[in-house]
């Protein structure tokens, strides 16, 4: 990308550095299979919680070395107006409702469709699915991994990579086809706003309607 557009955009970037990314991977693989080993407790819910809450360990401790304020801007932590974040829940409704009408239910959502069936573990899971799942997300593919592609080689390609990412992560080849429309959205509207927050708003949202409609469905 050239031009213009590409000056102003890269003078608003603070691009992620490469030893960030390294030391996410090398940092989340360590205090996840320690965790997970010493977790004595394997049900579907705790894994979760030691998987995204090492994740937004290591989210943390990858940019610390850059200070709070240049550690927010690289992960897209920049303010933003409300419209962006309006639009993000109205478009991500639409898509939501369009990805559930193939009738596909991949075996991950099954199981939370199964979990909550005990009202106990509805405010739990919550928690776990609607705020620290998405938030994790949002910060490792269209913080860091977005902030890292796009200081090398410009915002269209950490679009992409990004939104790949964001799908191929759900593993199950169901879930990837069903999210990857909603990968392509949220990678635009971090592109669109160079900022993260209308994704991160938008994707808690999503996944605590998800979640809720679990739970009315479930009979919760």
Known sequence: MSGSSNSLFQKDLYPVPGWSILTFLGVGALIGTAAIWLLPDRSLLPLLTVFFGTGLAAVLISVSPLGLADGARALGLRPVGWRPVVLGVVGTTVLSFAVSQTGVQPEGVRQVTDSVRDPSVLIPTLLVLAVLAPAVEELVFRGLLYGWVA??????????????????????PAHIVLVLPLGFWFGWLRWRTNSLWPTLITHMINNAFAVLGAAYLAGT
Do not use: Q
């Not at 200081?151 to 199950?172: I, K, M, N």
């Open 151 to 172: 200081g090398r080689w410009g915002p269209l390609p950490a679009f992409l990579v990004s939104s790949l990412a964001f799908a191929a992560a759900h593993a199950e």
